[in-house]
Every structure is written in C-alpha cells, then in structure tokens.
C-alpha cells in the first residue's frame, strides 16, 4: 500500500474546507497525533491498517453527511475516496495473511528426497 491515497483524501477534504491543516487532518480524520500526516508526507509511508480502517469510517461519516446535505458532487468525490481506501485496506490485509503454518518435523528427522 502506497500513501498517494491519503494525500488525495488530505487534498479532497482541504479543498472543500473539511479541515484546514495538516494536524487537524491527522486528529480528526486519521484519529491520532497532530503530526501523524507530517509523518505520512516525509516518508512516503501509509499509517497503520488500523489508523487506515479508522479513516475509512470517518470518510464514510462525512459521505453520508454530505448526502443528507444533498451535496451530489462532494457525495460523489467522498465516496470514490472512501471506495479506493477500501481497496487498498483490503489488499494490504489479504497480503499480511493469515500465514500458513507447517508441520515441524523434528530436529534429527531425515530430510524428505
């Protein structure tokens, strides 16, 4: 999973005046530190799956939010965004497992031909 995703959705929701800085979309949209975005926009690395799925319900709040509004257009942009965070939280979960195990043999157990 790449970060370009959350650097939409900063630029989606800072252009329609959702949040004003960096730190508030890391408080209110990514659920932690003031500085979390930062982070995200010095390393090029996505936050935590679980700081992801947290995005992922609150762009969905705001899509709802705005629906109910009858803002068609933001409606749209936001649930484009909320539907491409989703894909990605999804791949990046069915990456990381679950793991198969395999049966260990034991130590001084001959190894199969």
């Known amino acids: 999973m790449n970060a370009d995703i959350i650097h939409e959705i900063f630029n989606e929701l800072k252009s329609s005046g959702v949040v004003k800085s960096q730190n508030q979309f890391s408080r209110d949209l990514l659920g932690r530190s003031s500085r979390l975005y930062s982070w995200v926009l010095a390393t090029d690395n996505p936050p935590a799956l679980e700081v992801m799925l947290g995005l992922y319900a609150r762009l969905g709040d705001l899509c709802e939010r705005a629906a109910r509004a009858e803002n068609t257009l933001k409606a749209n942009k936001l649930d484009d965004l909320t539907t491409?965070?989703?894909s990605q939280i999804r791949?990046?979960?069915?990456m990381r497992g679950p793991h198969r195990?395999?049966?260990?043999?034991p130590l001084d157990a001959p190894h199969a031909a």
């Open 84 to 86: 491409r965070l989703w």
């Open 91 to 94: 791949e990046e979960s069915l």
């Open 101 to 105: 195990r395999t049966k260990r043999r």
